[in-house]
């Protein structure tokens, strides 16, 4: 409640104050919060702070690109029913997926953690849906694996992948 009163009284410094030291928001005042709209005090609490996937959603929804790409570069994404609500923006954060994936791959290396083949793959199949063939050939040339079958599957789509990018997945990971 202290904090819905610091945000209902617009105290800025108080608010900023806040977020860079509390342990974490109630779903609600992550709401109001990135409902206040100060782009300033979202980031502050972003910097530390994983948001609930309602109040991501609401992120998505304001439609702010600098927030949206810092999110998912410092937390990655949701995987599951937020693909529509990422459509829009899957061209402009497909590097940020990316970064996320290979972070996924090198932590899974590093501590032999296995990892989940289908969030992998909903997140390559994103990454293959946004139509950034440079994020998506900087994932083929960087990536310790090749595509989770799923995500492959599409990839062979015709539509999703350019010639250039079929024969730099095959000279990467189709040798003979």
């Known amino acids: 409640m202290k904090f819905l009163r610091l945000i209902e009284s617009h105290k800025h410094a108080e608010i900023l104050d806040y977020v860079k030291t509390c342990k974490y928001l109630a779903s609600y005042e992550e709401r109001a919060l990135i409902e206040r709209g100060n782009h300033e005090e979202i980031m502050t609490y972003l910097t530390t702070h994983y948001l609930s996937y309602e109040n991501f959603k609401v992120l998505l929804d304001r439609g702010n690109l600098n927030e949206i790409r ?7 994404i949701f995987i599951g029913n937020e ?21 996924a791959q090198s932590a899974a290396l590093i501590c032999s953690i296995p990892s989940d083949e289908d969030e992998i793959a909903a997140y390559e199949s994103l990454v293959i849906k946004s139509g950034d063939h440079c994020a998506l050939r900087r994932y083929i040339i960087q990536s310790a694996l090749p595509f989770q079958p799923k995500a492959l599957k599409l990839f062979k789509t015709k539509g999703y992948a350019t010639a250039e990018d079929l024969l730099i997945y095959k000279l990467r990971f189709e040798k003979s």
């Open 70 to 76: 810092f999110y998912i570069s410092l937390h990655g």
């Open 83 to 103: 693909e529509e609500e990422l459509r829009p923006f899957l061209r402009n954060v497909a590097n940020e997926l990316v970064t996320s994936l290979l972070n």
